[in-house]
């Protein structure tokens, strides 16, 4: 009998960290990863098995059937799991605005991810909570058994959340994605109730709760039930797909010329790669700027490049296109997700191209700290949470190794996103890089953007764009370099003793971070209520 309870008390535990675990990634298309989505599923999860726990020890108590009231609640709670396969979208949909751009949503991810979750997740949570005083109260007969049965149970509870905890992220969303996540954990927990049922003599209840989980199990075979959630990004969806990273989406933008573009996550208007109808260059996009060090950075013939953040391949593409033709080119490109890169292949035109060696499931952190060899031209565009850079690859630390791993004369080149030259972020980005270059660094404010492209050489300042011999090079790629030769368009960035320098523990840039998009939408938000109507 007690076997019986232990078996229940596994598959419940696996099916509570199952929920837990999958939950974040289940609303990541509409409110993202960021860590106060962390925290509100987390937080939530918790505090419903706290209230779970505290009734369910006073029902146990006062029920004539225990048993019976422990399989009624598990089936509830796997009917709710197999609804949370699915609720989420119509939620989060109620929840935010319509074409909510990403500047202007911050306040609305906030809070919208706290109420879907609690109105998703916390409902099954609740019950499960239950769970555990129930299982104790039909296992402990007698009073001297108490502690070593409860403890076995418990115990019982805690090694299936630990195997769901590893499968979950290591198979399950991997291999069925978040919709067949939680019908597998609708199931586990459907059949929880079959060893508690029959331990009780229930058999024709311990039959109905296995052919339930069955059920849910067989589900997962329907063509609908691994298939990703389309989510809260702008354009016509081509492809949805959930990676053991993130949400995954290319869809067709209108307002971009008709261009496909990669969105993960939350996505809205923001994107990591686009793909042009005809062409490489995006009509002025920060991708293009890039390109221009790549033009002048060509010696004796030759040029290597690392891309950190590769994404689907926008600036693989273009370097490929623009500069393979002109030099002896040779590419790494860094990618952690296999998934972006494979969508990059089928939708967004990333060629198989023995110059272009990819390396995915590998941080850029990792890549810059073991790099294989040095480099003409390292691109640094690595980016969470749409406009959020993770501070092990912003700081002190991985600027150095960047520039150990540079060729006599090679340039580190930063994408930095912000909102004018002035911007907190930016500004933060550019002196951690300065206080490593003895000259200073180069930064350039990029016309129609709000983009800056931060560059430095280890030993001394790289060409200005007043330098560069633009003559031979392709007229498009000649007009944005005379762009950028205009005043003010860039200025030399030294390294200042007031400066504040991000490292490897700057909790304070990830604050920076947020305060910024907070305070940017604040001020959006406030702009349109003052808008006539």
């Given at each position: 009998?007690?076997?019986?309870?232990?078996?229940?008390?596994?598959?419940?535990?696996?099916?509570?960290?199952?929920?837990?675990?999958?939950?974040?990634?289940?609303?990541?298309?509409?409110?993202?990863?960021?860590?106060?989505?962390?925290?509100?599923?987390?937080?939530?999860?918790?505090?419903?098995?706290?209230?779970?726990?505290?009734?369910?020890?006073?029902?146990?108590?006062?029920?004539?059937?225990?048993?019976?009231?422990?399989?009624?609640?598990?089936?509830?709670?796997?009917?709710?799991?197999?609804?949370?396969?699915?609720?989420?979208?119509?939620?989060?949909?109620?929840?935010?605005?319509?074409?909510?751009?990403?500047?202007?949503?911050?306040?609305?991810?906030?809070?919208?991810?706290?109420?879907?979750?609690?109105?998703?997740?916390?409902?099954?949570?609740?019950?499960?909570?239950?769970?555990?005083?129930?299982?104790?109260?039909?296992?402990?007969?007698?009073?001297?058994?108490?502690?070593?049965?409860?403890?076995?149970?418990?115990?019982?509870?805690?090694?299936?959340?630990?195997?769901?905890?590893?499968?979950?992220?290591?198979?399950?969303?991997?291999?069925?994605?978040?919709?067949?996540?939680?019908?597998?954990?609708?199931?586990?927990?459907?059949?929880?109730?079959?060893?508690?049922?029959?331990?009780?003599?229930?058999?024709?209840?311990?039959?109905?709760?296995?052919?339930?989980?069955?059920?849910?199990?067989?589900?997962?075979?329907?063509?609908?039930?691994?298939?990703?959630?389309?989510?809260?990004?702008?354009?016509?969806?081509?492809v949805a797909r959930d990676s053991r990273y993130q949400h995954l989406e290319v869809r067709t933008r209108a307002d971009l010329g008709d261009a496909r573009v990669l969105a993960i996550d939350e996505g809205h208007d923001s994107f990591q790669s686009l793909t042009p109808p005809e062409g490489v260059l995006t009509g002025g996009l920060y991708y293009d700027w890039f390109n221009l060090l790549a033009l002048s950075g060509i010696r004796e013939g030759r040029l290597s490049v690392a891309v950190l953040g590769l994404a689907a391949g926008t600036h693989a593409r273009q370097l490929l296109e623009l500069v393979g033709p002109r030099c002896e080119l040779s590419i790494d490109g860094v990618e952690i997700d296999p998934e972006a890169v494979a969508l990059g292949?089928?939708?967004?035109?990333?060629?198989?191209?023995?110059?272009?060696?990819?390396?995915?499931?590998?941080?850029?952190?990792?890549?810059?700290?073991?790099?294989?060899?040095?480099?003409?031209?390292?691109?640094?565009?690595?980016?969470?949470?749409?406009?959020?850079?993770?501070?092990?690859?912003?700081?002190?630390?991985?600027?150095?190794?960047?520039?150990?791993?540079?060729?006599?004369?090679?340039?580190?080149?930063?994408?930095?996103?912000?909102?004018?030259?002035?911007?907190?972020?930016?500004?933060?980005?550019?002196?951690?890089?300065?206080?490593?270059?003895?000259?200073?660094?180069?930064?350039?404010?990029?016309?129609?953007?709000?983009?800056?492209?931060?560059?430095?050489?280890?030993?001394?300042?790289?060409?200005?764009?007043?330098?560069?011999?633009?003559?031979?090079?392709?007229?498009?790629?000649?007009?944005?370099?005379?762009?950028?030769?205009?005043?003010?368009?860039?200025?030399?960035?030294?390294?200042?003793?007031?400066?504040?320098?991000?490292?490897?523990?700057?909790?304070?840039?990830?604050?920076?971070?947020?305060?910024?998009?907070?305070?940017?939408?604040?001020?959006?938000?406030?702009?349109?209520?003052?808008?006539?109507?």
């Amino acid at each position: 009998m007690l076997l019986a309870y232990w078996i229940t008390a596994f598959l419940s535990g696996a099916g509570v960290l199952v929920v837990e675990m999958t939950a974040t990634r289940a609303l990541a298309p509409w409110f993202g990863q960021a860590h106060f989505v962390w925290s509100n599923v987390i937080g939530l999860v918790l505090a419903g098995l706290a209230i779970g726990s505290t009734l369910g020890g006073r029902l146990a108590d006062r029920m004539a059937a225990p048993a019976a009231w422990l399989g009624g609640m598990l089936l509830a709670a796997a009917g709710l799991v197999a609804a949370a396969a699915w609720l989420p979208g119509p939620v989060a949909r109620a929840l935010l605005p319509d074409a909510l751009p990403l500047e202007a949503a911050y306040p609305f991810l906030q809070r919208g991810s706290f109420v879907a979750t609690l109105l998703c997740f916390v409902p099954p949570v609740l019950l499960l909570g239950a769970v555990p005083p129930f299982l104790v109260r039909c296992a402990a007969t007698r009073l001297e058994d108490v502690g070593r049965r409860s403890g076995l149970l418990y115990g019982g509870a805690t090694t299936g959340s630990i195997v769901g905890t590893f499968a979950t992220s290591y198979w399950l969303i991997p291999t069925l994605g978040t919709r067949g996540t939680f019908l597998l954990a609708a199931g586990l927990i459907a059949l929880a109730a079959v060893p508690a049922w029959w331990a009780a003599r229930r058999n024709g209840a311990a039959a109905a709760a296995a052919g339930t989980g069955l059920l849910a199990l067989a589900c997962l075979a329907a063509p609908g039930s691994r298939a990703a959630t389309p989510g809260a990004a702008f354009g016509e969806l081509l492809v949805a797909r959930d990676s053991r990273y993130q949400h995954l989406e290319v869809r067709t933008r209108a307002d971009l010329g008709d261009a496909r573009v990669l969105a993960i996550d939350e996505g809205h208007d923001s994107f990591q790669s686009l793909t042009p109808p005809e062409g490489v260059l995006t009509g002025g996009l920060y991708y293009d700027w890039f390109n221009l060090l790549a033009l002048s950075g060509i010696r004796e013939g030759r040029l290597s490049v690392a891309v950190l953040g590769l994404a689907a391949g926008t600036h693989a593409r273009q370097l490929l296109e623009l500069v393979g033709p002109r030099c002896e080119l040779s590419i790494d490109g860094v990618e952690i997700d296999p998934e972006a890169v494979a969508l990059g292949r089928s939708h967004l035109g990333l060629p198989d191209d023995p110059r272009l060696v990819i390396h995915t499931d590998l941080d850029a952190r990792t890549f810059a700290d073991h790099a294989p060899r040095r480099y003409d031209l390292i691109v640094v565009d690595c980016y969470a949470r749409q406009s959020f850079v993770p501070v092990h690859v912003a700081s002190r630390e991985f600027f150095a190794a960047l520039l150990d791993r540079l060729a006599p004369g090679g340039v580190v080149a930063l994408n930095a996103f912000g909102y004018g030259s002035g911007d907190r972020v930016t500004e933060a980005l550019a002196a951690t890089l300065a206080s490593l270059c003895p000259d200073g660094v180069l930064v350039a404010n990029l016309p129609r953007t709000a983009n800056q492209l931060v560059w430095a050489s280890r030993e001394r300042l790289p060409p200005r764009p007043s330098e560069w011999a633009t003559d031979d090079w392709p007229a498009e790629l000649a007009e944005l370099a005379a762009a950028l030769r205009a005043p003010g368009q860039w200025f030399v960035r030294r390294a200042l003793p007031s400066d504040r320098v991000i490292d490897d523990n700057g909790g304070w840039f990830d604050r920076t971070q947020e305060e910024r998009l907070a305070d940017r939408a604040a001020r959006l938000l406030a702009l349109d209520r003052e808008t006539p109507r």
